[in-house]
Structures are given as structure tokens and as C-alpha cells.
């Protein structure tokens, strides 16, 4: 039972940081290339669609790793596994506190509401984000390991 809870573990946190790796480097790029302020809107489009989904796939990606990590607190690589649920928590407290006030705003920008720092927010929004995607594929190389 316990290596079925690892697998799927690893499988829903690293499905998770694919898709966050794929937006800062795959979808951000492709939108800030878009001419004019269409790649806002893209922005905004994709804020109301993954602000709706990530915050179930981070909080249910750490109820599987504090799972894993109480089942298996007698095994090898618990360390591993309670260390990369640290780092995952801290990717909740970061999205919380640093990137879902921005992605809210930004959520409600159109042509006419927007404010003039508009390109600054959401550049501060990605860097942000990508501190964001090292923290969880660190999270997720510790459980890769912790299979071992």
C-alpha cells in the first residue's frame, strides 16, 4: 500500500511541476512575445483558468506527502519526503503570499482598467514564479530520491 501511495505521489506532484515549468518557460514566453497588450490578456485567461485548478493540485500534492510521510516514517528516505514537504509548503505560503495577489489583479485587467505598471507586475509575477518552480522541482527530485 505505502508504494502505491509513493507513486502516486510522485506522479501528481511531478505532473504539477510540468505544467508550472511548462508556463514559465513554454507558455510566459509565447505570451510576452504576442503583439501589444494581447499577451496580458493571455495572462489574465490563463490566471482564471490555473487560479482555479492549482491551489487543489498544490494543497492535495502535500496531503499526499504529509501521508507518505507518516506511513513511512519507518522507512529509508522519510527525511527525504518530510524535507520535500517543507519545500512544498513553502511553495503554498509563496503562492499565497506573493503570486495570487498579483495573478487576482491581473485576473480583472482589461484594455481600459489596467494600470500603467501593468508589464511590471507581471514581470515581478514571473520572477517570482520561477523561484516558485525551483522550490517544487527541488520538492520533487527529493521524492524521486526518497523512492530509492
Given at each position: 500500500m505505502l508504494s502505491t501511495l509513493e507513486v502516486v505521489t510522485?506522479?501528481?506532484?511531478?505532473?504539477?511541476v510540468g505544467v508550472e515549468f511548462a508556463v514559465a518557460f513554454v507558455m510566459n514566453p509565447i505570451l510576452n512575445a504576442l503583439p501589444e497588450d494581447s499577451g496580458q490578456q493571455g495572462h489574465a485567461h490563463g490566471g482564471r483558468m490555473l487560479g482555479a485548478v492549482m491551489p487543489v493540485?498544490?494543497?492535495g500534492s502535500l496531503a499526499l506527502v504529509a501521508v507518505w510521510a507518516v506511513a513511512g516514517r519507518h522507512h529509508d528516505g522519510t527525511g527525504l519526503v518530510v524535507t520535500a514537504g517543507a519545500l512544498l509548503m513553502l511553495s503554498v505560503v509563496m503562492s499565497i503570499l506573493l503570486l495570487v495577489p498579483i495573478n487576482n489583479r491581473?485576473?480583472?485587467w482589461t484594455a481600459e482598467n489596467r494600470?500603467?505598471?501593468w508589464k511590471q507586475q507581471l514581470n515581478r509575477w514571473l520572477r517570482w514564479h520561477y523561484v516558485r518552480v525551483a522550490v517544487i522541482v527541488t520538492a520533487?527530485?527529493?521524492?524521486v530520491t526518497a523512492l530509492t
Amino acid at each position: 500500500m505505502l508504494s502505491t501511495l509513493e507513486v502516486v505521489t510522485v506522479v501528481v506532484v511531478g505532473v504539477m511541476v510540468g505544467v508550472e515549468f511548462a508556463v514559465a518557460f513554454v507558455m510566459n514566453p509565447i505570451l510576452n512575445a504576442l503583439p501589444e497588450d494581447s499577451g496580458q490578456q493571455g495572462h489574465a485567461h490563463g490566471g482564471r483558468m490555473l487560479g482555479a485548478v492549482m491551489p487543489v493540485w498544490y494543497i492535495g500534492s502535500l496531503a499526499l506527502v504529509a501521508v507518505w510521510a507518516v506511513a513511512g516514517r519507518h522507512h529509508d528516505g522519510t527525511g527525504l519526503v518530510v524535507t520535500a514537504g517543507a519545500l512544498l509548503m513553502l511553495s503554498v505560503v509563496m503562492s499565497i503570499l506573493l503570486l495570487v495577489p498579483i495573478n487576482n489583479r491581473n485576473k480583472t485587467w482589461t484594455a481600459e482598467n489596467r494600470p500603467a505598471d501593468w508589464k511590471q507586475q507581471l514581470n515581478r509575477w514571473l520572477r517570482w514564479h520561477y523561484v516558485r518552480v525551483a522550490v517544487i522541482v527541488t520538492a520533487f527530485a527529493l521524492l524521486v530520491t526518497a523512492l530509492t
